[in-house]
C-alpha cells in the first residue's frame, strides 16, 4: 500500500525567509499528488497538485511553488515566507483518480 | 467550479447516540467520487468511507453510512453508536472522474460526551 512520508513535523521560521517542505511517497509508482494547507476555519485549502514528474497544477495565486522533480517526490517551497503562510502543511497522494487519498502525517509551519 | 459545503461547523452529541453531518457539493459532472475523512486530534487524516457517484446503493462501513442523493448533491454521514473515539473533524470530500483535483469542505468537528 501507498505510504506518503513528510516532513519535518514542526518548523518556526522569521518572516521573509524560505521554505522547502518535501513529501516522498512508497508504495506505488506515477502517483497523484498533492500538497493541502489547513488553517483554522477554512478546511483542506488545496495549494497544487501533480500528475506526473514536472506537472503542476497550482490552485490558489500566492508567493508558494511546487516541483515534481521525480515522480515519488514533491516539494513546496517559498522564496520569501508571509505571516499569512502560517499553518498546518499536509501532503497527500493517491496512485489513481477516484482511490482515496493517503496523506502524510503533517508539518506545523509557524512564521514569524 | 466545483465546491464543497459542509453546514455544520460543530456538533456535540451524547456517546451511543446517532449523529448525521451534512456535506452537499456543487458540480456539473456525472462522474465523480466523494469521500469522508476523519482527523482526530493527532491529525492524522482517515478515510472513513468512499461513494461512487455512478452507485445508487449508499455505502456503509460498520457503524459509518452514508445516505447519498445525487440530484440533490447531498452527500450526508451517519455514525450509529457513536463512541468516544469518534471525537474528531470530518471532512467531506470530491473528486472528479474526469481531473485529478479533489477539494475538501471546511470540515464539522465533532464532540462525542461521555
Known amino acids: 500500500s501507498q505510504t506518503i512520508h513528510q516532513w519535518p513535523a514542526t518548523l518556526v521560521q522569521p518572516v521573509g525567509s524560505p521554505l522547502s517542505l518535501e513529501c516522498t511517497v512508497e508504495?506505488?509508482?506515477?502517483?497523484?499528488l498533492y500538497w493541502y494547507r489547513q488553517a483554522a476555519g477554512r478546511g483542506l485549502q488545496l495549494l497544487f497538485y501533480s500528475v506526473g514528474i514536472g506537472q503542476i497544477s497550482s490552485e490558489v495565486p500566492q508567493n508558494l511553488s511546487a516541483s515534481r522533480p521525480q515522480d515519488r517526490q514533491f516539494i513546496l517551497s517559498s522564496k520569501k515566507l508571509l505571516l499569512s503562510d502560517s499553518g498546518f502543511y499536509l501532503c497527500?497522494?493517491?496512485?489513481?483518480?477516484?482511490?482515496?487519498?493517503?496523506f502524510g502525517n503533517g508539518t506545523r509551519l509557524t512564521v514569524t | 467550479a466545483q465546491t464543497v459545503t459542509q453546514s455544520q461547523p460543530e456538533m456535540f452529541v451524547q456517546e451511543a447516540e446517532t449523529v448525521t453531518l451534512s456535506c452537499t457539493y456543487d458540480t456539473s459532472e456525472n462522474n465523480y467520487y466523494l469521500f469522508w475523512y476523519k482527523q482526530p486530534p493527532s491529525r492524522q487524516m482517515i478515510l472513513v468511507i468512499r461513494q461512487e457517484a455512478y452507485k445508487q446503493q449508499n455505502a456503509t462501513e460498520n457503524r459509518f453510512s452514508v445516505n447519498f442523493q445525487k440530484a440533490a448533491k447531498s452527500f450526508s454521514l451517519k455514525i450509529s453508536d457513536s463512541q468516544l473515539g469518534d471525537t474528531a473533524m470530518y471532512f467531506c470530500a470530491f473528486a472528479m472522474n474526469r481531473d485529478d483535483k479533489i477539494i475538501f469542505g471546511k470540515g464539522t468537528r465533532l464532540h462525542i460526551l461521555p
Open positions: 508504495g506505488t509508482s506515477n502517483p497523484n
Open positions: 497527500a497522494g493517491t496512485p489513481q483518480p477516484g482511490s482515496p487519498l493517503h
